[in-house]
C-alpha cells in the first residue's frame, strides 16, 4: 500500500511538472509566432505540419515503445531531442519566421507522442487501475493550467524571453524524477505470443468506433484549440487572456481526470455521448461570443469533454487491445484526436478566417459535430453484440 502510495505521489509530480515544461513552450509558441510577424493563414499551415508529424510520430514512437518493452527508455532520449530542437526553434525563428516552417514539425515528431508515452508508463506502474491514473493524471493537467495562468500574466508584462528559461529548468528536474522513478516489467509471456501487427486494430470493433468517432470530434474542434488566439484577439484578448482561458479549463479537466474511476460507474457509450454534446457547446459559444469571458466558458464546457474522454480512451484500449499492441493503439487514439485531425482541419481554417472572420470556423465545426454526436446515439441504442 504504501508502495502504490508513493508510485503515485512520484507520477503525480512527474507529470504535472511534464505538462508545465509542455505549456511554458508549446503553450505559447502560436502567440510567439504571432509576435514574430506570422500570418493566421501561415501559423495554420504551420500548425497543419506540426500535427501531420506529431500523428507519424505517435506510430514511430508509440511502435518503438512496443519493440523495446519500455516507456521509459523511450521517454528520456525523446524529451532530450525535444528540448533541443525547441531551443533551436525559438532562437532561429527570430532571424527569419519561415524557421518555423521547418523546425516546428519536427518539434511536433517529438512533443506530442511524450504525453501518451508517459501515460502509458503510469497505467503499467498503476497496474491498470483507473482510480490511481485518474489522480496522477489529473496533476498533470493541473500543471499545465497553472502553467498557462502564470506563463500567460509573466510573459505579457516581461515578455517571451522567459520562454527558454522555464523550460529548460523544467527540463533539467524532469529528466531527474524521470532517471529516478522506476518502471513495471511488461506482459512478457502475453507479448511474445502475440505478432505485432497495428492492422489487427481495425479488426476490433469498439476500438475502431472510438478512433473514428474522436478524429471526427478532432476535426470539428482542432481549429479552435490551435489557433485560440487568434479567437480571442477577435473579442478584444490578449495573450493573458489566454493563460487564463487555459488555466480554469485545464483545471476543470483536472477535476473531471481525479475522479475518473468513480465516472467508469457511466456506461462508456453514454460517456462518449457527453464528450460529444459538450465539445459542441463549446463551439456553439465560440460562434456566439461577444466576449473573451464567452470563449473561456467554452473551453471550460471542452476540457469538461477532454476530461470525461481521456480516461474513457485510455479504458476501451485497455480493455479491447492486445498487450503487444497497448502503446501503439494509445498513441493512435491520441493522434487521430490531436494530430491527424487537426493536419486535416489547419489546411483549411486559416484560410477561412482570414476570409470570413475567426469565429467562422466555429460554426463550421458546429455542423460536423452532427456525425460524431450521431454516431454516439447510435452506438448507445445499438444492441450489444
Known sequence: MEHD??????????????????????GFVTTYFLSCGMSSSMLSLVMAAYMFMAFLGAFFWGGMSDKKQSNKKVFIPELIALTVLCMAEFFLVKINIFFAAVMHPLVGFMAAPLGTNLDSWMLRSFHRDAAQFGRARALGSAGYAVMMLIGGQVYNKIGFSLIPVVTLALFTIIMVLACLMQEEPYEQMTAKREKVNTKDLLKIKPYVFLVVTIFLTGIAIAPINSLKIVIIESVGGDVSILGLDSFIGVMVQAVFIFISGNLKRIPAKIRMLIMACMS???????????SPYMIIIGTVMNNIAYGVLLPTMRETTEKNVPAALKN???????????????????????TLMDLFGAKFIAFLGMLIMIIPIGLCIINLLKKED
Open 5 to 26: 502510495l508513493k508510485k503515485v505521489i512520484g507520477f503525480s509530480i512527474l507529470d504535472f511538472l511534464y505538462w508545465a515544461y509542455f505549456g511554458a513552450f508549446l
Open 280 to 290: 459542441a457547446s463549446m463551439l456553439v459559444l465560440t460562434w456566439l461570443a461577444v
Open 328 to 350: 501503439t493503439a494509445h498513441s493512435l487514439t491520441d493522434a487521430m484526436f490531436g494530430s491527424f485531425a487537426g493536419v486535416i482541419a489547419l489546411l483549411y481554417s486559416g
